[in-house]
């Protein structure tokens, strides 16, 4: 069962654009949404991460929008950049340690 | 620097062999994990360890073994019984205390030749 469902699978956004990856989840016990970046050949890094008593977070162009009621979440990347060409996780995570993690999104920004 | 590190970053293996993969932490995390990723895809758990001596199978388990015999190391051993090993290894690890500290090694890419 996929608890945490991420779409599109792929996104193409020309530089200057804004991209849009989503995440929805079914467990209402998750707190914490965390967004990982991954560049090929290398582990995800942590780009980001809410608690659901916030309905949105910014780091610069970086930004989660959370929706408690509909049980989504979401990253925006404001101009978006060719060096953001990389792979997304969204993931959720509750009292226990370990993560649930998002199918994932390849996001490839033309120049 | 505390981090993850994982070895070797390329692997070959024969048809039939076992092949170990490395990962030590100098986080002071209590738990580890191990996923596997195939090209454009998710990232599947392998097995994972909350505390040493003890592990848990995850989604992909057949086929793998894993010892956790210090907090430090958690290595996956890739067996015969694996009959599509070639992908895209990662370790985690984290600590006891909520889901907050995850953190990933670089990887390790297993090939069959």
């Known amino acids: 069962q996929q608890q945490v469902k991420q779409s599109p699978q792929s996104l193409i956004v020309q530089k200057g654009g804004i991209s849009i990856i989503n995440c929805a989840y079914e467990?209402?016990?998750?707190?914490?949404f965390p967004w990982y970046q991954q560049f090929p050949g290398k582990g995800p890094a942590l780009l980001i991460a809410?608690?659901?008593?916030?309905s949105e977070k910014k780091e610069g162009r970086f930004t989660i929008s959370f929706n408690k009621s509909a049980k989504q979440f979401s990253l925006h990347i404001m101009d978006s950049q060719p060096g953001d060409s990389a792979t997304y996780f969204c993931?959720?995570?509750?009292?226990?340690?370990?993560?649930?993690f998002g199918g994932g999104t390849r996001l490839m920004v033309k120049p | 620097d505390g981090g993850i590190t994982q070895s070797p970053k390329y692997l070959f293996r024969k048809e039939g062999q076992n092949v170990t993969l490395s990962c030590e932490q100098n986080?002071?995390?209590?738990?580890m994990y191990w996923y596997r990723q195939d090209p454009g895809q998710g990232l599947r758990l392998i097995y994972y360890?909350?505390?040493?001596?003890?592990?848990q199978k995850g989604d992909i388990a057949e086929g793998y073994s894993v010892s956790r015999e210090k907090k430090e190391s958690f290595p996956l051993t890739v067996t015969s019984a694996q009959k599509n090993p070639t992908a895209f290894y990662l370790c985690?690890?984290?600590?006891?205390?909520?889901?907050?500290?995850?953190?990933f090694g670089s990887g390790t890419r297993l090939t069959v030749v």
């Open positions: 993931a959720a995570g509750d009292a226990g340690n370990m993560l649930t």
């Open positions: 467990n209402t016990a998750f707190d914490y």
């Open positions: 809410i608690r659901p008593d916030v």
């Open positions: 986080l002071n995390h209590d738990a």
């Open positions: 360890s909350q505390i040493v001596n003890d592990f």
């Open positions: 985690a690890s984290n600590t006891a205390q909520g889901p907050y500290g995850y953190t």
